[in-house]
């Protein structure tokens, strides 16, 4: 795959005289970068869509918490999932994701269909994410959260993993080498001896994004990862991202901070009330007069 360190455009502001500040992808060794995002076996071409959401509408007795919302995500973006609280973005990531099954509706992957499949067999088609809170084994250190993401694409039968066999001991070593890549990926491998609940809320983040790389996904889905951040954390963290869509990945990222998600995303999808009323690149969005009245009483440089 290799390392890119490049910026990427992304859109203007809403005067349209000067682009938004450039958030740089981190410095990523080409070796780290071919260790941490090995061959993966993606048909769709680039620029098509990878995933489709198709009127899907999720509801909780009488409350309608999805209506009937129909989006694409192509290969190699990053688009952003965004709306007031309580607009359905959660609600839309876990109907995804398989928490949550669809009251009706379709989500396509690669043109299959996820419904109906359980949470891990969604990851292993394809789909990995986060979680608004941080869901990590505490008491394993990081080297061991990242493992338990890689065993997903492991082969070893049980009876294979009990006598140890050659097969077994290979996808052993393989999780340590890549592993420690993909800690090093994110920037903490000095923590991979660490226990999970030891480490900062920070790379805690870091961590859990580590270890949803580490299923090999077609598309990673971030709910909220700048949670907590201080601004430069934050700056980071969208670094990071776009390092990870620069290393050949497709990102799905719900993000409350506004001028944050006009930074690094190439495309939004807006939600309000459960419902889609917006979808375009960030320097459409920003003028939208939907979105800008979705979003009144929130802070006015939320937009700038």
Do not use: W
């Not at 990851?123 to 941080?134: E, K």
């Not at 930074?263 to 320097?283: M, N």
Request: aromatic share 4%.
């Amino acid at each position: 795959m290799g390392a890119h360190s490049e910026s990427v455009p992304v859109s203007e502001n809403a005067g349209g005289e000067s682009p938004i500040e450039l958030i740089e992808p981190m410095e990523v060794t080409e070796a780290v970068a071919d260790a941490a995002a090995p061959e993966r076996e993606i048909d769709v071409a680039v620029g098509d869509d990878l995933v489709e959401v198709k009127n899907l509408t999720v509801k909780f007795g009488g409350l309608v918490a999805l209506d009937n919302v129909s989006f694409t995500i192509k290969r190699g973006e990053i688009l952003g999932l965004i709306g007031p609280n309580g607009a359905g973005k959660t609600t839309c990531f876990n109907a995804m994701t398989g928490v949550y099954k669809p009251t009706s509706g379709q989500v396509l992957l690669e043109g299959g269909l996820l419904n109906g499949m359980k949470q891990h067999k969604i990851t292993r088609a394809g789909l990995a994410r986060t979680f608004q809170n941080i869901r990590l084994f505490g008491e394993m250190t990081a080297l061991e959260n990242v493992a338990v993401g890689l065993d997903a694409r492991h082969k070893t039968s049980v009876v294979g993993a009990l006598l140890r066999l050659p097969r077994h001991k290979a996808e052993e070593r393989s999780a340590i080498e890549r592993g420690m890549a993909l800690l090093e990926f994110v920037g903490i491998a000095e923590h991979a001896g660490s226990l999970a609940r030891n480490l900062s809320y920070g790379s805690q983040r870091r961590l859990e994004i580590a270890r949803a790389l580490a299923t090999d996904p077609k598309l990673l889905c971030l709910d909220e990862p700048a949670a907590g951040f201080n601004p430069a954390e934050k700056e980071d963290l969208m670094a990071l991202i776009r390092t990870i869509r620069n290393d050949g990945y497709t990102v799905l990222l719900i993000e409350h901070d506004m001028k944050l998600v006009m930074g690094v995303t190439d495309r939004i999808v807006v939600l309000e009330f459960g419902k889609k009323i917006a979808d375009d690149v960030p320097s459409v969005i920003r003028e939208d007069p939907k979105v800008v009245s979705a979003y009144l009483g929130e802070p006015e440089d939320d937009f700038a």
